[in-house]
Protein backbone atom coordinates (compact mmCIF):
# COMPACT_ATOMS: atom_id res chain seq x y z
CA UNK A 1 0.00 0.00 0.00
CA UNK A 2 1.22 3.59 -0.77
CA UNK A 3 2.11 5.88 1.82
CA UNK A 4 1.40 8.92 -0.38
CA UNK A 5 0.47 11.85 1.67
CA UNK A 6 -2.15 14.27 0.29
CA UNK A 7 -2.02 18.04 -0.29
CA UNK A 8 -3.93 18.86 2.96
CA UNK A 9 -0.66 17.74 4.88
CA UNK A 10 2.32 19.11 2.58
CA UNK A 11 1.59 22.22 1.50
CA UNK A 12 3.75 25.48 1.17
CA UNK A 13 1.64 28.95 1.05
CA UNK A 14 -1.28 26.77 0.30
CA UNK A 15 -0.05 25.31 -2.88
CA UNK A 16 0.50 21.46 -2.81
CA UNK A 17 4.12 20.54 -2.76
CA UNK A 18 5.78 17.27 -4.53
CA UNK A 19 5.32 16.01 -7.80
CA UNK A 20 2.59 15.35 -9.76
CA UNK A 21 2.02 12.12 -11.68
CA UNK A 22 5.05 10.44 -14.10
CA UNK A 23 5.43 11.79 -17.56
CA UNK A 24 6.23 9.79 -20.64
CA UNK A 25 7.00 5.87 -20.18
CA UNK A 26 6.93 4.53 -17.00
CA UNK A 27 10.61 3.27 -15.31
CA UNK A 28 11.30 -0.47 -15.29
CA UNK A 29 13.16 -0.10 -11.81
CA UNK A 30 11.86 -2.20 -9.17
CA UNK A 31 12.31 0.32 -6.73
CA UNK A 32 9.84 2.49 -8.40
CA UNK A 33 5.76 2.78 -7.22
CA UNK A 34 3.28 2.58 -9.49
CA UNK A 35 1.20 3.81 -7.72
CA UNK A 36 3.39 6.91 -7.28
CA UNK A 37 4.09 7.10 -10.34
CA UNK A 38 -0.02 7.16 -11.60
CA UNK A 39 -0.82 9.34 -8.57
CA UNK A 40 2.19 11.87 -8.44
CA UNK A 41 4.25 11.79 -5.20
CA UNK A 42 3.27 14.47 -2.55
CA UNK A 43 5.71 12.95 0.16
CA UNK A 44 8.38 14.74 2.00
CA UNK A 45 11.56 13.29 0.50
CA UNK A 46 14.19 14.67 -1.42
CA UNK A 47 14.34 14.37 -5.08
CA UNK A 48 16.61 11.15 -5.73
CA UNK A 49 13.19 9.22 -3.80
CA UNK A 50 10.88 10.52 -5.78
CA UNK A 51 8.59 7.89 -7.09
CA UNK A 52 10.51 5.00 -4.74
CA UNK A 53 8.71 2.32 -2.74
CA UNK A 54 9.00 3.16 1.01
CA UNK A 55 11.04 0.33 1.37
CA UNK A 56 13.19 0.68 -1.10
CA UNK A 57 14.17 4.26 0.41
CA UNK A 58 14.56 2.17 3.46
CA UNK A 59 17.36 0.24 1.82
CA UNK A 60 18.89 3.35 0.34
CA UNK A 61 19.73 4.76 3.50
CA UNK A 62 20.77 2.15 5.13
CA UNK A 63 23.57 2.17 2.70
CA UNK A 64 24.00 5.73 3.46
CA UNK A 65 23.20 5.95 7.63
CA UNK A 66 25.78 6.73 9.76
CA UNK A 67 28.04 5.27 12.96
CA UNK A 68 26.10 7.24 15.33
CA UNK A 69 22.82 6.53 17.15
CA UNK A 70 20.30 8.80 19.23
CA UNK A 71 18.96 7.84 22.36
CA UNK A 72 16.53 10.03 24.34
CA UNK A 73 14.32 9.45 27.96
CA UNK A 74 10.68 9.40 27.60
CA UNK A 75 9.77 9.64 30.75
CA UNK A 76 7.00 12.69 30.52
CA UNK A 77 5.78 12.12 26.99
CA UNK A 78 8.04 14.91 25.45
CA UNK A 79 6.97 16.19 22.44
CA UNK A 80 10.80 16.89 21.28
CA UNK A 81 10.59 13.71 20.56
CA UNK A 82 9.15 13.97 16.91
CA UNK A 83 12.06 16.93 16.18
CA UNK A 84 15.35 14.46 17.25
CA UNK A 85 13.40 12.08 14.93
CA UNK A 86 13.08 14.83 12.01
CA UNK A 87 16.86 15.75 12.53
CA UNK A 88 18.09 12.17 13.02
CA UNK A 89 16.53 11.09 9.50
CA UNK A 90 18.45 14.39 7.99
CA UNK A 91 21.81 13.40 9.13
CA UNK A 92 21.24 10.01 8.78
CA UNK A 93 21.57 8.43 12.03
CA UNK A 94 21.81 4.90 12.33
CA UNK A 95 18.60 4.49 14.61
CA UNK A 96 16.65 6.66 17.53
CA UNK A 97 16.13 4.96 20.65
CA UNK A 98 13.18 5.64 22.98
CA UNK A 99 13.73 5.31 26.52
CA UNK A 100 10.71 5.30 28.89
CA UNK A 101 7.40 5.47 27.35
CA UNK A 102 6.56 3.61 24.08
CA UNK A 103 3.94 6.28 22.62
CA UNK A 104 5.19 9.37 21.89
CA UNK A 105 4.16 12.44 19.42
CA UNK A 106 5.18 11.52 16.00
CA UNK A 107 3.77 15.23 14.62
CA UNK A 108 7.03 17.22 14.92
CA UNK A 109 8.61 14.09 12.51
CA UNK A 110 6.58 15.13 9.50
CA UNK A 111 6.29 11.40 8.70
CA UNK A 112 9.99 10.77 8.54
CA UNK A 113 9.56 8.09 11.29
CA UNK A 114 8.75 6.20 8.62
CA UNK A 115 12.48 6.16 6.51
CA UNK A 116 13.82 6.27 10.32
CA UNK A 117 14.94 3.26 12.32
CA UNK A 118 13.18 3.51 16.13
CA UNK A 119 14.12 1.15 19.19
CA UNK A 120 12.24 1.15 22.48
CA UNK A 121 13.58 0.43 25.43
CA UNK A 122 11.91 0.39 28.93
CA UNK A 123 14.74 2.15 30.96
CA UNK A 124 18.65 3.06 30.56
CA UNK A 125 20.07 -0.11 31.82
CA UNK A 126 18.55 -1.58 28.39
CA UNK A 127 20.42 0.85 26.51
CA UNK A 128 23.77 0.75 27.60
CA UNK A 129 23.12 -3.02 27.18
CA UNK A 130 22.60 -2.22 23.73
CA UNK A 131 25.48 0.01 23.14
CA UNK A 132 27.88 -2.32 24.68
CA UNK A 133 26.28 -5.44 22.94
CA UNK A 134 27.43 -3.01 19.44
CA UNK A 135 30.78 -1.61 20.65
CA UNK A 136 29.08 1.94 20.99
CA UNK A 137 30.07 4.67 23.33
CA UNK A 138 27.21 6.77 25.19
CA UNK A 139 27.90 9.95 24.95
CA UNK A 140 25.15 11.92 27.63
CA UNK A 141 24.25 15.38 26.51
CA UNK A 142 23.58 17.67 29.52
CA UNK A 143 25.00 21.44 30.58
CA UNK A 144 26.22 20.08 33.95
CA UNK A 145 29.88 20.68 35.83
CA UNK A 146 32.41 18.36 34.65
CA UNK A 147 31.10 18.05 31.12
CA UNK A 148 33.17 19.05 27.71
CA UNK A 149 32.14 21.79 25.11
CA UNK A 150 31.05 19.87 21.88
CA UNK A 151 32.27 21.98 20.49
CA UNK A 152 36.10 21.25 20.87
CA UNK A 153 35.74 17.66 21.99
CA UNK A 154 36.36 14.78 20.21
CA UNK A 155 33.53 12.70 19.55
CA UNK A 156 33.77 9.18 19.09
CA UNK A 157 32.55 7.32 15.78
CA UNK A 158 30.95 5.00 16.67
CA UNK A 159 28.58 6.34 19.67
CA UNK A 160 25.16 6.87 20.68
CA UNK A 161 24.22 10.34 22.38
CA UNK A 162 22.26 10.05 25.26
CA UNK A 163 19.32 12.76 25.38
CA UNK A 164 17.03 13.86 28.50
CA UNK A 165 13.67 15.54 28.24
CA UNK A 166 12.61 18.77 28.04
CA UNK A 167 13.00 20.95 31.50
CA UNK A 168 14.76 18.14 33.82
CA UNK A 169 17.37 16.54 31.48
CA UNK A 170 19.05 13.80 31.67
CA UNK A 171 18.08 11.18 34.77
CA UNK A 172 21.19 10.32 37.40
CA UNK A 173 21.18 7.30 36.28
CA UNK A 174 21.52 7.97 32.70
CA UNK A 175 24.15 11.05 33.55
CA UNK A 176 26.46 8.86 35.62
CA UNK A 177 26.40 5.67 33.01
CA UNK A 178 28.21 7.74 30.15
CA UNK A 179 32.06 7.90 29.75
CA UNK A 180 31.52 11.05 28.49
CA UNK A 181 29.47 14.09 29.04
CA UNK A 182 29.18 16.87 26.65
CA UNK A 183 27.66 20.36 26.91
CA UNK A 184 26.38 23.16 23.94
CA UNK A 185 28.33 26.55 24.44
CA UNK A 186 26.07 29.41 25.51
CA UNK A 187 25.86 32.84 25.70
CA UNK A 188 22.57 34.08 26.86
CA UNK A 189 20.70 34.22 30.10
CA UNK A 190 18.45 30.96 29.84
CA UNK A 191 19.62 27.76 31.78
CA UNK A 192 19.51 25.26 28.80
CA UNK A 193 17.67 25.00 25.22
CA UNK A 194 15.23 23.25 23.77
CA UNK A 195 15.95 19.24 23.54
CA UNK A 196 15.08 19.06 19.61
CA UNK A 197 17.63 21.96 19.33
CA UNK A 198 21.14 20.36 21.27
CA UNK A 199 19.54 17.49 19.15
CA UNK A 200 20.88 18.66 15.71
CA UNK A 201 23.53 20.91 17.53
CA UNK A 202 25.20 17.77 18.64
CA UNK A 203 24.36 15.74 15.66
CA UNK A 204 26.09 18.02 13.01
CA UNK A 205 29.25 18.40 15.37
CA UNK A 206 29.44 14.32 14.46
CA UNK A 207 28.85 15.21 10.65
CA UNK A 208 31.61 17.91 11.14
CA UNK A 209 34.21 15.36 11.97
CA UNK A 210 32.86 12.13 10.87
CA UNK A 211 30.77 12.35 7.43
CA UNK A 212 31.87 12.25 3.93
CA UNK A 213 31.08 15.33 3.29
CA UNK A 214 31.19 14.69 -0.81
CA UNK A 215 27.91 11.62 0.04
CA UNK A 216 25.44 14.81 0.95
CA UNK A 217 22.61 15.72 -0.96
Known sequence: MTEVVGPTEWEFGGEPVGVGPWS??????PRYDPELLAGGDRRNVVDR???WRRDAVIADLDRRRHDFHVAIENFGHDHNIGTVV????????RAVHIIGRRRWNRRGAMVTD??????????VASLLAFAADHDLTVVAVDNTPGSCRVET???????VFLFGQEGPGLT?????????VV??????STRSINAGVAA????HAWIRQHANLDKAW
Open 172 to 180: APAREAAPL
Open 86 to 93: RTANAFAA
Open 24 to 29: GEWPSD
Open 200 to 203: GIVM
Open 153 to 159: ATLPRRC
Open 114 to 123: RYQHIEHHPD
Open 183 to 188: SIAQFG
Open 49 to 51: YRY
